[in-house]
């Protein structure tokens, strides 16, 4: 078939790829280009953050774990052991099913203050050689990529027999959806040095504290500001991350600031991945409403578009 796929991000670029490897005569087209997406701003850290159903979630993070750990560098993706810390003594998570192992983090390992944590291996995508890496292998599979404004799904492919719409945010105007949100985050991109684990704690919903290494730079976390859509970088806020990060890893505070960075998480009550049928007759199968987890689910989600596209 002809499919369409809007939206160049993460959730676009892995369905286009798994509907070509399908046999399926794929484009896409999107308003902006892989690197100035939602996803290129991405820690891009394995982990289902503000996306339910749990169930589906769980479903499709095991899903996207299988495909990123056996993938390598060459592709952007290491797998990379880490830490969770929580003030308070918790429970496994409820998406515990979609990980090899998970085990708890010695108390007397624990930093002053903690009380809590989990300790586990999972898949760390530099996006900046991931998106690449996506894009090359669309164009090996002749899938074009065309950059424009898409107003709404009922004019975005007139000769597809079906559209994907993996608009992200964008899928509040392209496709009516007021239940999407942002969630600002805004995060500090310094040098590596040295790091090999990354740390994760939560214990504020709002200002999130990750460490989350690359092979070249370290991404330094974060924020996420519900309903906020402001793209520039705030310097306060900016040090903050930085104070946060440097008091559990003491090292950073010999690493250079490169590059200050914001995104907007697409966030939904749920995701929405199902079929629709639009004024034009066409077919289109949304996947969007991810929240701060479109990498983790993006080969998962990707893997169901192919299957509801191929049930016809």
Sequence with gaps: MRVTVVGAGISGL?????????GHHVDVVAASPPERTTSAVAAALWYPYRALPQREVTRWAAGTFAVLSALGPEAGVRMRRGRELFRQPAPDPWWRDAV???ERVPAH???D?????LQLTVPVVDMARHLPWLLDRLGGRGVRLRLAQVDDLQTAAPSADVVVNCAGLGARDVAADAEVHPVRGQVVVVEQIGLTDWLLAQDDPEALTYVVP????IVLGGTAHVGREDLEPEPETAAQVVR???KLVPELAAARVLEHKVGLRPARRAVRLEVGVLSTG????HDYGHGGAGVT???GCAQDVVALVDAG
């Design 14 to 22: 892995t369905c286009a790829l798994r509907l070509a490897e399908s």
């Design 100 to 102: 090899p192992a998970l």
């Design 109 to 111: 390992e624990l930093p």
């Design 113 to 117: 203050g903690w009380a809590d944590g």
């Design 214 to 217: 690359r092979e070249q730079t």
């Design 244 to 246: 946060r990060c440097t």
């Design 282 to 285: 066409q077919r289109v199968v």
């Design 297 to 299: 689910l993006s080969y």
